[in-house]
Nanobody, 116 residues
């Protein structure tokens, strides 16, 4: 059993910053990848960023240069530092952990709203 708890969402003005955190607990073992996804109202969920167990990162084109994903393996936690936020970044952000090659677990989602 694995649980993911997200935090750090909120309301921010355009150009501002937020940092999201996602802490995993439970049966965490072996190789695991982590990532962030987001879903805006009326739109499909999309990948934002991923980080592998070895630290390799990948970003959606829309957030490259503005967002940074990182992980703390000792705490089983993944972070998403979001800078230069835009209104189009407004969405519910979900973290995900993939254990091994088959087992995905999702966080509950945290709301990020970028508005003046």
């Amino acid at each position: 059993q694995v649980q993911l708890v997200e935090s750090g969402g909120g309301l921010v003005q355009p150009g501002g910053s937020l940092r999201l955190s996602c802490a995993a607990s439970g049966s965490i073992f072996g190789i695991y990848d982590m990532g962030w996804y987001r879903q805006a109202p009326g739109k499909q969920r999309e990948l934002v960023a991923t980080v592998t167990s070895r630290g390799s990162t990948n970003y959606a084109d829309s957030v490259k240069g503005r967002f940074t994903i990182s992980r703390d393996n000792a705490k089983n936690t993944v972070y998403l530092q979001m800078n230069t936020l835009k209104p189009e970044d407004t969405a519910v952000y979900y973290c995900k952990i993939t254990l091994g090659r088959r087992n995905d677990y999702w966080g509950q989602g945290t709301q990020v709203t970028v508005s003046s």
